[in-house]
């Protein structure tokens, strides 16, 4: 029953670390969902940053593809002589296309933890191989002969320009619906972005359907009026579009950009392109030259391209706070985590030590209490006051059964041993002989040996009692003395004593018991007042098992035989006679019992 209370008890600390262990494994998988979402939204912030990036660095691509147009015709019109200032201005334009083919052509640098598709290098291709294409056209522009040779030569340049920024639109349409199909988020950005993109390209292609006819002096072909025409259509209906958009008229830039285009571009550009139509459409007698519509129509544009620019701004500074935010967000989470973490594990560690460690101990110590173990030495208590006073009340009880252990004790010592001599007293004796105790084996042959002092009533008549006393306490001194180791010596009544020790056979028991005699006889006692006294005593011996029943025969057969030494003469051994005649009958002869002289 004790083992198992031990066990159950060793086992509460590996229960109470695993249910720590439990709670803290809990509190870190809450923790880790709440930061995953945080850092989702952190990768989510710093991926769209890097897709708009790159989104604007492939619409810039086709405004500088668009842009190219416009030196290209001014050249095509200047043909066959066209100025160097010109060449310069194409030579630095298409130098800038060829780098931001390049730069898409070039495998990015990818931040850290975060993903890209490149534009398809088929798509890219297909740009380069009709730039090329369509730069020596703009090239032979310069070697026609006659003016309708030239507005052919130049339609066709033109058209092959068209195509060029026609593929490019199939790399921003791609790049657009990438980026729907990773946030739909950046569905709104991505849209804006291409209808500026085609706003900007539109507002080009209606002055280029006009350029040609006006730089050969030909009246403008129906096909190009209808060109220039839906190309006018599809930028009214773009600008429409982007004016439904009212989260933009928000922003400071974009609303100062928007009423320049409707002044500039719709104001000026629009009526300058509507003007040379019109004056084209039945003669050639045209009141600009090309030079002139190309120099007064590209400024025009350029508000279309600072709304474009300032719309491209906002959405990175938008992105990039979104970032910066997320990143703010997720910190604090993780700070706010880890420190909820560290208080609960701080908590759950100072409950451990503070509460349930004290409690356990105090548990221990209450069960030591009920078991009469020692105390353990106490661990450090802390300072908590409810513990504080409990262990106090631990020492209060300890200290009581303190007390009651040693009054135990007392009582005890009083109940199994004699008051005058302190050795055992009869009842305790016979406890010990029946059921077992002190050192005696439990398998070996008992020997008793009752001793009587001779005369002892005439010891107490002669010198007093206070004399017999110190007489009887001695003699039990010298029979603890003489006993052997294991054995037991008791006070049987009066001036009876009683030897109990484990012997081999009887003649064993019977020679040391003569040996005590014989020490007896030769000891002096002092009594009170100085005299010696000499005395002696009766010894008789029987031998037997353990059990009830037979010390019950063991205790009468040695009384016989004390009572045959008296019998014979007193201060002699006498062995108990049954014994002997066992043992004669045994050894096939008969063994005398020993005796003292007078």
């Known amino acids: 029953m004790r083992l198992r209370r031990l066990n159950r008890d060793q086992?509460?600390?590996?229960?109470?670390?695993?249910?720590?262990?439990?709670?803290?494994?809990?509190?870190?998988?809450?923790?880790?969902?709440i930061l995953s979402r945080a850092w989702n939204d952190f990768a989510e912030a710093r991926q769209n940053l890097y897709d708009i990036q790159y989104y604007r660095q492939i619409l810039d691509a086709a405004n500088f593809l668009s842009a190219e147009r416009g030196p290209a015709n001014n050249v095509m019109s200047e043909s066959p002589s066209p100025s160097d200032a010109s060449l310069k201005r194409l030579a630095d334009f298409r130098a800038r296309s060829d780098a931001a083919l390049?730069?898409?052509?070039?495998?990015?640098?990818?931040?850290?933890?975060?993903?890209?598709?490149?534009?398809?290098?088929?798509?890219?291709a297909a740009v380069t191989a009709a730039l090329a294409e369509a730069r020596d056209k703009?090239?032979?522009?310069?070697?026609?002969?006659?003016?309708?040779?030239?507005?052919?030569?130049?339609?066709?340049?033109?058209?092959?320009?068209?195509?060029?920024s026609d593929r490019f639109r199939s790399v921003v349409t791609w790049r657009s619906n990438e980026l729907i199909s990773h946030d739909s988020g950046l569905a709104a950005p991505a849209l804006i972005g291409q209808m500026l993109a085609d706003l900007r390209e539109y507002g080009g292609r209606a002055a280029s359907e006009v350029i040609a006819p006006l730089a050969s002096h030909?009246?403008?072909?129906?096909?190009?009026?209808?060109?220039?025409?839906?190309?006018?259509g599809r930028i009214y209906e773009i600008w429409q579009m982007l004016h439904s958009q009212t989260a933009l008229n928000a922003v400071p830039d974009l609303a100062k950009n928007q009423a320049a285009i409707d002044a500039l571009f719709f104001g000026v550009g629009m009526d300058l392109i509507d003007k040379v139509i019109k004056e084209g459409k039945d003669s050639t007698n045209y009141s600009i030259t090309a030079t002139d519509l190309t120099t007064r129509f590209v400024p025009t544009m350029k508000p279309i391209e600072d709304y474009r620019m300032a719309f491209l701004d906002e959405m990175v500074s938008r992105f990039s706070m979104e970032r910066d935010g997320a990143l703010r967000l997720f910190l604090a989470v993780a700070l706010a985590t880890a420190v909820i973490l560290a208080v609960l594990i701080g908590v759950l560690l100072a409950v451990r030590r503070d509460v349930f460690r004290p409690l356990l101990q105090a548990h221990e110590e209450v069960i030591g209490l009920a078991e009469d173990r020692p105390p353990a030495a106490r661990a450090d208590l802390g300072g908590a006051g409810?513990?504080?006073?409990?262990?106090?009340?631990?020492?209060?009880?300890?200290?009581?059964?303190?007390?009651?252990?040693?009054?135990?004790?007392?009582?005890?010592?009083?109940?199994?041993?004699?008051?005058?001599?302190?050795?055992?007293?009869?009842?305790?004796?016979?406890?010990?002989?029946?059921?077992?105790?002190?050192?005696?084996?439990?398998?070996?042959?008992?020997?008793?040996?009752?001793?009587?002092i001779d005369h002892f009533k005439n010891i107490n008549d002669s010198h007093g009692h206070l004399a017999g006393d110190r007489?009887?306490?001695?003699?039990?001194?010298?029979?603890?003395r003489e006993t052997p180791a294991g054995g037991v010596v008791a006070r049987f009544g009066g001036e009876e004593f009683a030897l109990l020790f484990a012997c081999p056979d009887i003649d064993h028991a019977a020679h040391l018991a003569e040996g005590i005699r014989m020490t007896l006889q030769g000891h002096r006692f002092t009594i009170p007042g100085g005299a010696q006294l000499a005395i002696t005593a009766s010894f008789g011996v029987a031998c037997g098992q353990r059990s009830p029943r037979d010390w019950r025969h063991l205790v009468e057969r040695a009384d016989r035989a004390l009572y045959q030494a008296k019998s014979d003469g007193r201060n002699r051994v006498s062995v108990a006679p049954d014994v002997v005649r066992r043992q004669a009958s045994a050894e096939g002869g008969r063994r005398m019992p020993i005796r003292g002289s007078r």
């Open 11 to 33: 086992s509460l600390y590996p229960k109470l670390s695993f249910s720590i262990g439990l709670a803290v494994l809990c509190a870190t998988v809450l923790a880790t969902m």
């Open 102 to 124: 390049a730069g898409l052509a070039a495998a990015p640098e990818v931040p850290f933890l975060l993903h890209d598709h490149p534009v398809p290098s088929a798509l890219l």
């Open 138 to 164: 703009v090239d032979q522009v310069q070697a026609s002969k006659g003016d309708e040779a030239k507005l052919r030569a130049m339609q066709q340049a033109i058209e092959a320009m068209f195509d060029v």
């Open 218 to 232: 030909q009246r403008i072909p129906l096909p190009n009026i209808i060109d220039a025409r839906q190309s006018q």
């Open 386 to 452: 409810e513990i504080v006073r409990l262990f106090n009340a631990i020492d209060v009880l300890q200290d009581r059964m303190r007390e009651r252990a040693s009054l135990t004790s007392e009582l005890r010592v009083q109940a199994e041993t004699d008051g005058l001599t302190g050795v055992l007293n009869r009842r305790t004796l016979d406890h010990i002989a029946q059921n077992g105790g002190g050192r005696l084996p439990a398998d070996e042959t008992l020997c008793l040996v009752m001793v009587d």
């Open 471 to 480: 007489v009887l306490v001695d003699t039990a001194t010298l029979l603890k």
